[in-house]
C-alpha cells in the first residue's frame, strides 16, 4: 500500500474513533475531502486499493463510498477508455466480493458501486440485463440482486445530484427493461427459495443460508421495483403469485409482505388496463386473505401487524377492485373486523384508521364525480354521482347492526386509557392492550382517542338506534356496578371514560341533518323510549362525593341536545342540577376540599351547556330559574362565585338566541341582573370603601366582597359583548332607536358605581396618597411578572398557583375562606377591575345616546382623567384603547363639544408632555424613562430598558391610533376643526414616532384646505419619517415608512415645496436624481414600482446611512426604469428651489 492510501487509511479511522480529539477529527475530514476533491485518478487508485480484503471493514467501506462519489460527482473527468476500465473493474470487484465469508454491507455497497456505473452511463439496460443473467449462470446471484435493487434508487428517493432529464431517462431505461428483469428475479427467486428448503431439509445448514440470502436480496429488489412498476407486469410475470407464495414461509414472510403493502397503495389506472389492475389486485387480495385468516388469531407478531397495514391500504386505496363481488367484500369486512377486535393495540389501531376512512368515505357526500384515478374507498373509475351513491348504498348495507354493535363494544372498552383502569377490574381485561404512555409512534392518546370518537359518531349517523341502545344499556351497567362498588372512587374511571362517547352519541343521534329529524315516527319513538329510560336512571341518582357529582353533571349536559326534541323532561333536569349544587359545600376552607369547587362548577357549565344544546326549550322555565336562584342567594345556599359564572355564561347562552325578541332578551337581562344590582347599587360599601383611598385598602382585605365586585364587573362586560341585535336581525327590523339595546336601561344603575371604583383606583398612584400606602398595597400596585415576561417577549413560566383570577372569571377557591387577601390576589384584582372596567366603559359608548345622556361628562371626566399626571403608560394605554377610541366614534355630533373637549384636552395636554419628555430620555440616554413601576430594582439592566421603550412604543401607537379615529371621514369635517390646537402640540410631540399610523392625517391635509395641517405633514412629517428610518429598530416596519414617503411626496408635491425640499436636502441626492425620480415615478403607475424607486432614492441621498433600510435586502427588482445621472448641477441650480434649508444632511 503506498503512501496516499497509507494516509487515507489513518484518516478514516481518526474520523470513525470516538476516542479522537475534535481538532484531529477535524483535520481527518478536512484530509479526507481533499483526496475526494483532488486528482481523480489519485482518488480512484487510492480507492480501489483501500477495497481490498487487507483492510478493514470500516476502511473498505468508507473506500466504496468514495468510489461511489468519484462516478456520481466526478465521472464526466475520466476519458471514455477510463471509464470502461473503470467499469470492468468495478464488476470484477463485485463478482469477488459475493464470496459467502463477506459481510453484507460489503456486498451491498459494491453492487450500488456498478448500480451507479450504470445510472451514470445512461445507455439502455439491455446489454446491464444480460450481463447479470451471464453472473448468475457464473454463480454471484446474491450481488446481481442487489445492484438489481440499487438500480431504481433514483426513482423513489430524490437525489438532487441526479437532474431530471437523467431521471427521466433511468425511468424509461428501466421500464423498457421490465421484460427481462423481472423474470430474472422470479426466476432467482424461485430457483433459490427450493434451493434454501432442500438444502435445509437435508440439515445443510450453511448452503442454505447462503440461498436464502440470495432470496432475500431477489426481495429486496423486487420491493424496489414495487413501487413504480407498472401493477400489470408484476402481475403478468410472476413477481405477486410469487410473492404470495412466500407468505407461508417464517424466514421470508416479512420480505414478501412488504412487498403486497406497496403494491396494495398503488392507484388504479384510468385507461384501459384498469380492469386488468382489478384482476391483479383481486390475486393479490386473495393470497393476503388466505395467510390472514391464519394469523388473525394467534399470538400477534410483526407479520400479522403487516399483514392488517396491508388490507388497510388495499381497502383505503382499491376497494373497488374487490366491491363487485358481495361475497367477497363481505369476507374482507369481517377480516378487518377482527383486526379490529384484536387484543393487540397495534392491530386494533390499523384497522381502526381503516373503518373511520371506509365511513368517512361512506357518509360524506362527494363534491364531485368519482376519482377517475380510483382513490377512495367505496368506488374508482368515473361514474356519475347516482353511480357512486348506489355503490356506497351497497357497501353501508353490508355494514350490519351485528358490525356496528362489535365497532361500539370495542371502542367503549378502549377509550379508558391503562394508567385509569381500577384495580378492581383490572383481571377482568386479560390480556387486552390498552392505550398506555408505552406506546411510542402511534401519536398521544387525545389523538387516538379523537379518531375513535369519529369513528363512534360515522356508525351513530349509520346506525342510530344500535348506537343508542348499546350507549344506554352500558351507562346503566356501569351506573349499577358503580352503586355497588366498595370502592367507588375509584372505579369512577371506567364511568367516567364513557362520558365523552355518551355526549358523540347523543350530538349524533339527534343533530338536525341526520336521520332523526327525518326518520320515521317509529324511529323517533324508539329513541324517546331509549333516552327517556336513562335520563330516569340519571335523575334518580343520590350521589354525595364531589367527583361522583361532577361525573354525574357531565352525563346530565350530554342529554342536551335530546332535549331539544322532547322538551318536557327539562324542567326535571333543571331541578335535579339545583338540587346537586345545593348539595355541595359553597365555603371552602380547607384547599382540600377543592373537589367541591370543581363540582360546583361542572354543574354551572352542565347548565350552560343544557341551556346551548336545548335552544328554546328552556326559555319557559327560565322565569323559575331566576327565582330559585334570587331565593338561593338570599339564603347563602351557594357563593357568589357560583352566581356569577352560572349567570354570565347562561346569558352568553340565551342572548344570542337568533329568534329572541328584544322584550325577551330585556325581561331575561332583567331577571338574571336583579340579584348584582341588589348589591351594586348599595350606598353603604360605596360610602365605606370608594369614599377615600384609604377604603379601598379596607376593601382589600375583605376577600369575599372584594372578589364579588370584580365578578359583577366582569359580568357587566359580558353582558354588553353578548346581547343586542345581531346582524342578520337588524336588516329586518324596522325599529332604529339604539335606546331598545337590551342593556341601554341598565347602565343608570351600573356606570355610577363602576366610574366611582375607577376613580379610587387611580388615586392610588397619586404621589400624595401613594405615600400613606401600605407596603403590601404599594407592592401589589407594581407590575406582575406576567406583564413583565409579555413585554420582553419571552415566554412564561409555569409559577407555582397560589391565588389566581381564573378566565371564567372565578378565582382560586383555596383563597374563598381566608379573609385577607396577599398581594398577588390584590394586583390580579386591581388590572381585572382596571380591564373590564375600562371595557365596560367602552362598550357602553357603543350603545349610542344612552351612555352620553344619562352620565355627566364632568362627573366621568374627572373619574377618568383627574390624575392623568400620575398614570402610568400601561394603564394610559389601556384606558385610551378601551374607551377613549370608541368614545370617539360613538358620540354623537351634537355633544362632542361637551363631552369629547373635557376628555380629549387634558389627555392631549398630558401625553404631549410625558411622551415629548420620554422619548427626549430615549434619544439621549438610551432609556425612556417611563412613570411605570416594574417590581424589579432600577437601573442599568437591559431587560429595563426594552420593557421602558416597549411601554412607550406602545403608548404612542395607540395615540396614533386615536388620532388616526379622529381623521376618519366620518369624523374629521366638523370634530378635527374645533380641537386642532390641542392636536397640533401631539402631531408635533410624536414625530417621529407616529410615522406608521399617519396616513390618516396626510389624507386629511389633501382633503382639506388648512395650510398648516398640509405643511406640517409636507416638511415635518416628511422629515420625522425619513428621520426614522435612520434608526435600525425600524427595519421590521421599513416598507411601511417607504410607502408613506411615496404617498406625501406624490399628492403633495405639487402643492407644496416642502416635499422636494425635504430630498434635495440629503446630502447625496443632486436636483438632476431628483427630476429623473419624477421621470420614472410619472411612466409606472405601480405603486409597488413607485415605492422600489423612493427606497432607491432615499439609499442614493444618504449614501446608504439608512439603518432601516440597509437590514433589509437591497437587490432592486425594478429592471426597466433607472435613475439617470444628468451631470453635476450648478450652485444656482441647486438652490433654486430649495427656499428654508431643512437641514436633514445633518442628522444623516
Known amino acids: ?136 449462470c457464473t454463480g454471484p446471484a446474491e450481488v446481481v440482486s442487489m445492484m438489481l435493487r440499487w438500480l431504481p434508487e433514483d426513482i423513489t428517493v430524490h437525489n438532487e445530484d441526479l437532474e431530471g432529464d437523467r431521471r427521466r431517462l433511468l425511468l424509461r431505461g428501466l421500464t423498457q427493461s421490465l421484460p427481462e428483469i423481472l423474470p430474472l428475479l422470479y426466476n432467482l427467486l424461485e430457483r433459490h427459495f427450493g434451493a434454501a428448503m432442500d438444502n435445509a431439509s437435508r440439515l445443510q445448514v450453511d448452503s442454505a443460508k447462503q440461498h436464502a440470502a440470495v432470496v432475500i436480496a431477489c426481495l429486496n429488489a423486487i420491493n424496489a421495483y414495487a413501487e413504480w412498476a407498472p401493477v400489470l407486469d408484476l402481475s403478468r410475470y410472476g413477481i405477486i403469485n410469487g410473492c404470495g407464495a412466500l407468505l407461508s414461509s417464517s424466514d421470508f414472510r416479512l420480505h414478501a409482505c412488504e412487498f403486497f403493502k406497496l403494491v396494495c397503495s398503488r392507484k388504479r389506472p384510468s385507461d384501459v388496463s384498469g380492469t386488468e389492475f382489478d384482476a391483479a389486485i383481486s390475486s393479490l387480495f386473495q393470497s393476503l386473505m388466505n395467510v390472514s385468516r391464519e394469523f388473525l388469531y ?79 374507498l367505496a368506488v374508482g373509475g368515473i361514474q356519475s354521482s347516482s353511480q357512486v351513491d348506489n355503490e356506497k348504498k351497497k357497501i353501508l348495507g353490508l355494514i350490519s347492526d351485528d358490525i356496528a354493535s362489535t365497532i361500539l363494544d370495542v371502542s367503549f372498552q378502549r377509550m379508558l386509557r391503562k394508567e385509569k383502569v381500577p384495580p378492581r377490574i383490572a383481571p377482568s381485561l386479560g390480556p387486552l392492550e390498552l392505550w398506555s404512555d408505552e406506546f411510542e409512534g402511534k401519536g398521544d392518546f387525545g389523538q387516538y382517542r379523537s379518531r375513535l370518537l369519529d369513528l363512534v359518531k360515522f356508525i351513530a349517523s349509520h346506525k342510530p338506534l344500535v348506537a343508542s341502545t348499546k350507549i344506554s344499556e352500558r351507562i346503566i351497567t356501569l351506573i349499577k356496578d358503580l352503586l355497588a362498588s366498595p370502592v367507588p372512587l375509584q372505579d369512577v374511571a371506567v364511568l367516567d371514560s364513557q362520558q365523552l362517547v355518551f355526549d358523540c352519541i347523543v350530538a349524533t343521534v339527534f343533530d338536525g341533518s341526520n336521520e332523526f329529524a327525518g326518520g320515521s315516527s317509529d324511529v323517533h319513538f324508539s329513541l324517546r323510549g331509549i333516552f327517556e329510560g336513562l335520563l330516569q336512571h340519571l335523575l334518580s341518582l343520590k350521589l354525595t362525593e364531589p367527583e361522583l357529582i361532577k361525573m354525574h353533571g357531565h352525563y346530565l349536559d350530554a342529554m342536551g341536545p335530546f332535549l331539544k326534541y322532547f322538551p318536557d323532561a327539562v324542567g326535571n333536569v333543571i331541578s335535579k342540577l339545583f338540587e346537586m349544587l345545593t348539595s355541595l359545600p359553597h365555603i371552602v376552607k380547607d384547599p382540600a376540599t377543592s373537589a367541591s369547587r370543581v363540582a360546583r362548577l361542572q354543574i354551572c357549565t352542565s347548565f350552560i351547556r343544557i341551556a346551548k344544546a336545548a335552544d328554546t326549550s328552556v326559555l319557559p322555565h327560565m322565569k323559575s330559574i331566576a327565582d330559585t336562584m334570587a331565593y338561593m342567594q338570599k339564603r347563602e345556599r351557594y357563593s357568589v362565585e357560583s352566581t356569577t359564572f352560572w349567570v354570565k355564561h347562561f346569558l352568553l347562552w340565551l342572548l344570542r338566541l337568533g329568534n329572541m325578541k328584544a322584550q325577551q332578551q330585556q325581561e331575561v337581562l332583567a331577571w ?17 370603601y370608594l369614599s377615600d383611598p384609604m377604603g379601598l385598602v379596607r376593601l382589600c382585605s375583605n376577600t369575599p366582597f372584594m372578589w364579588s365586585l370584580f365578578h359583577t364587573v366582569t359580568f357587566f362586560e359580558k353582558a354588553l359583548k353578548r346581547s343586542g341585535h345581531r346582524k342578520s336581525n337588524l336588516n329586518t327590523t324596522s325599529v332604529t332607536s339604539q335606546d331598545l339595546h337590551p342593556m341601554a336601561h341598565h347602565l343608570s344603575w351600573m356606570l355610577p358605581p363602576l366610574l366611582k371604583l375607577l376613580r379610587v383606583i387611580h388615586s392610588l398612584w397619586s404621589p400624595s396618597v401613594y405615600q400613606t400606602l401600605p407596603p403590601d398595597m404599594k407592592a401589589a400596585m407594581t407590575m406582575a ?76 371626566a374627572v373619574a377618568l382623567v383627574e390624575n392623568l399626571q400620575s398614570m402610568e403608560f400601561r394603564h394610559m394605554r389601556q384606558l385610551i384603547h378601551s374607551f377613549v377610541v370608541y368614545a370617539v366614534k360613538s358620540c354623537p355630533a351634537d355633544m362632542w363639544e361637551s363631552w369629547l373637549e373635557v376628555l380629549l384636552h387634558p389627555l392631549f395636554n398630558h401625553c404631549q408632555k410625558a411622551i415629548s419628555s420620554s422619548w427626549g430620555c430615549l434619544m439621549r440616554e438610551g432609556r425612556a ?123 403633495l408635491s405639487d402643492r407644496d415645496p416642502a416635499p422636494r425640499q425635504v430630498l434635495l436636502s440629503l446630502p447625496g441626492l443632486t436636483p438632476n436624481d431628483l427630476r429623473a425620480f419624477e421621470e420614472a415615478v410619472a411612466k409606472t403607475p405601480s405603486p409597488k414600482e413607485q415605492k422600489q424607486l423612493m427606497r432607491s432614492l432615499l439609499l442614493l441621498g444618504t449614501g446608504n446611512n439608512l439603518r432601516a433600510l440597509a437590514a433589509q435586502k437591497t437587490t432592486n427588482v425594478i429592471t426597466n426604469v433607472t435613475l439617470r445621472t444628468r451631470g453635476p448641477a450648478s450652485t444656482s441650480e441647486a438652490k433654486e428651489d430649495e427656499g428654508e434649508t431643512i437641514g436633514l444632511a445633518s442628522v444623516l
Open 1 to 136: 500500500m503506498d503512501a496516499t492510501a497509507s494516509n487515507v487509511a489513518q484518516a478514516i479511522l481518526a474520523v470513525l474513533d470516538y476516542n479522537s480529539t475534535p481538532d484531529a477529527r477535524r483535520a481527518a475530514v478536512a484530509f479526507l475531502e481533499s483526496v475526494k476533491s483532488g486528482d481523480i485518478r489519485v482518488l480512484a487508485h487510492v480507492s480501489l486499493l483501500l477495497v481490498k480484503k487487507e483492510c478493514s471493514s470500516e476502511i473498505r467501506l468508507h473506500a466504496f463510498k468514495m468510489l461511489q462519489h468519484l462516478v456520481r460527482l466526478r465521472w464526466e473527468e475520466l476519458s471514455p477508455s477510463e471509464r470502461r476500465d473503470f467499469a470492468k473493474v468495478s464488476v470484477d470487484l463485485m463478482s469477488e466480493i459475493a464470496n459467502p465469508s463477506e459481510e453484507w454491507s460489503l456486498k451491498s455497497q459494491s453492487a450500488a458501486l456498478v448500480a451507479e456505473i450504470v445510472r451514470r452511463e445512461g445507455r439502455s439496460l439491455a446489454g446491464v440485463v444480460s450481463f447479470t443473467n451471464l453472473l448468475v
Open 298 to 376: 394467534r399470538s400477534a407478531s410483526c407479520f400479522a401487524e403487516c399483514i392488517c397495514e396491508s388490507l388497510v391500504s388495499l381497502g383505503s386505496t382499491n376497494l373497488q377492485c374487490i366491491a363487485t363481488d358481495g361475497g367477497v367484500l363481505a369476507v374482507y369486512l369481517q377480516q378487518m373486523l377482527g383486526f379490529f377486535q384484536h387484543f393487540k393495540l397495534g392491530l386494533h389501531f390499523e384497522a381502526m384508521l381503516f373503518w373511520l376512512a371506509l365511513m368517512r368515505d361512506l357518509l360524506t357526500k362527494p363534491k364531485a364525480a368519482a376519482n377517475p384515478s380510483g382513490e377512495g
Open 672 to 688: 338574571l341582573l336583579e340579584p348584582l344590582s341588589q348589591q351594586w347599587i348599595q350606598s353603604e360599601w360605596q360610602n365605606c
Open 785 to 860: 411578572d406576567v406583564e413583565r415576561y409579555s413585554l420582553l417577549g419571552e415566554a412564561i413560566p409555569k409559577f407555582s398557583k397560589v391565588s389566581s383570577v381564573y378566565a371564567d372569571g372565578s378565582f382560586d377557591g383555596g383563597k374563598e375562606g381566608h379573609s385577607e387577601a396577599n398581594e398577588s390576589d390584590v394586583r390580579n384584582w386591581l388590572k381585572g377591575i382596571r380591564d373590564s372596567g375600562y371595557c365596560v366603559l367602552g362598550l357602553s359608548a357603543t350603545i349610542g345616546d344612552t351612555f352620553f345622556k344619562c352620565l355627566d361628562a364632568n362627573y366621568v
Open 929 to 1051: 424613562q417611563v412613570p411605570d413601576s416594574f417590581g424589579v430594582q432600577n437601573g442599568p439592566d437591559m431587560k429595563l430598558e426594552v420593557m421602558e421603550e416597549k411601554l412607550l412604543r406602545d403608548l404612542t401607537r395607540e395615540i396614533a391610533n386615536l388620532l388616526s379615529t379622529m381623521a376618519s371621514p366620518g369624523l374629521n369635517p366638523g370634530f378635527l376643526f374645533w380641537s386642532i390646537q390641542a392636536l397640533w402640540d401631539v402631531l408635533t410631540c410624536l414625530l417621529p414616532r407616529i410615522c406608521l399610523h399617519s396616513n390618516p392625517t396626510l389624507w386629511l391635509a389633501i382633503l382639506t384646505n388648512n395650510v398648516e395641517l398640509r405643511e406640517f405633514v409636507s416638511k415635518d412629517l416628511f422629515s420625522a419619517v425619513i428621520r426614522g428610518l435612520a434608526m435600525e429598530s425600524n427595519a421590521v416596519n421599513s416598507a411601511d415608512l417607504v410607502n408613506l414617503c411615496r404617498e406625501i411626496f406624490i399628492s
